[in-house]
């Protein structure tokens, strides 16, 4: 028997309204994604996504800001999946090692449905607005990243006068958006998680 204590709370359910709005949300996001994809990104208005899912412009801004959000709802929280996941790996690994392994989640959303995938990689690459809000998203990322990856090069604390946390974090995210952008232009030719290593290989060692 585990000498573990059993919580004997129940789990914590969502509200119906909860997954009322979870599936609104859903539905306008597929909408917009549908309309972008036929449409193109650029050429496709708020209105439009609003008239196709049958949800008025208020409704709309409530579930999403702006529409780069509407297509990219599934990564806009991954900064945090990241660095849970990264906190989880051995400390054995060098942060460099755990910092790609830690992107692994974020190539499972990939693989999952790799044509809807390819298709947000091919907008994403191709428009310019699109580049802009991903870079902002992944900065965000980089601040949520920093301290554990201090923590793992040694230091006590988060010391903004070390220059290798962020540089280890750029240098990652800049290799992922390289990944992406050859699996993209290769049609997935090369699987992406393959196009990453790949590409993370390119320095020919580890940089930690």
């Not at 129940?10 to 539905?27: G, I």
């Not at 793992?152 to 280890?168: C, E, K, M, T, V």
Request: charged share 25%.
């Amino acid at each position: 028997m585990s000498g573990m204590l059993e919580d004997p709370r129940p789990p914590v359910r969502p509200t119906a309204r909860a997954l009322a709005r979870s599936a609104v949300a859903n539905h306008v996001a597929e909408t917009a994604f549908e309309l972008f994809a036929d449409r193109g990104y650029e050429s496709t208005t708020v209105d439009d996504i609003c008239i196709a899912a049958g949800v008025s412009r208020s409704s709309f801004f409530r579930y999403f800001p702006t529409k780069e959000q509407a297509l990219l709802r599934r990564v806009i929280g991954f900064g945090e999946e990241m660095r849970e996941a990264l906190e989880k790996r051995p400390e054995v690994e060098t942060p460099w090692t755990a910092l790609r392994r830690s992107l692994d989640p974020l190539l499972a959303i990939y693989s999952t449905d790799p044509d809807r995938a390819m298709r947000v990689a091919q907008m994403l690459t191709g428009t310019q607005a699109l580049a802009v809000h991903h870079a902002t998203k992944v900065a965000s990322w980089r601040d949520t990243l920093g301290p554990e990856v201090s923590r793992r090069l040694g230091n006590q604390s988060d010391d903004p006068r070390d220059p290798r946390p962020g540089a280890l974090i750029a240098a990652t995210f800049g290799y992922l958006d390289a990944a992406i952008a050859a699996w993209a232009q290769g049609d997935g030719a090369l699987p992406l998680a393959a196009a990453l290593d790949h590409a993370m290989a390119a320095i020919g060692s580890d940089p930690t």
